[in-house]
């Protein structure tokens, strides 16, 4: 009994999140396409300061992360010149490799 009540929940909460997914995208491409012509404003002013908010929001995780990407590639470039025996080409030294 207890596993076709963890299905029954499993397959609920999936359709109320489709259900949700597919009211989102129904109002926006509501207030996108037939609300202007309608009289209603776009409201273009509100989406475009969200817009700058949450990227100025996202830049101290997004230098992290391309520090850490450039960090991984310096590494991995350094061994693959040293397979080459280009590692004295590099103008840092690399005493851990």
């Avoid at 926006?28 to 404003?41: E, I």
């Amino acid at each position: 009994m207890e596993l076709t009540t963890q299905i029954g929940e499993s397959v609920t909460d999936g359709l109320a999140y489709l259900g949700a997914l597919t009211t989102l995208g129904g109002r926006a491409a509501y207030f996108t396409f037939v609300a202007p012509f309608q009289g209603k404003p776009l409201r273009l002013r509100r989406a475009v300061s969200q817009a700058m908010q949450a990227g100025v929001g996202a830049l101290p995780i997004l230098s992290l992360i391309t520090f850490f990407i450039g960090l991984i590639l310096a590494l991995q470039s350094a061994y693959e010149l040293r397979k080459f025996g280009a590692l004295p080409s590099l103008p840092a030294p690399w005493p851990f490799l």
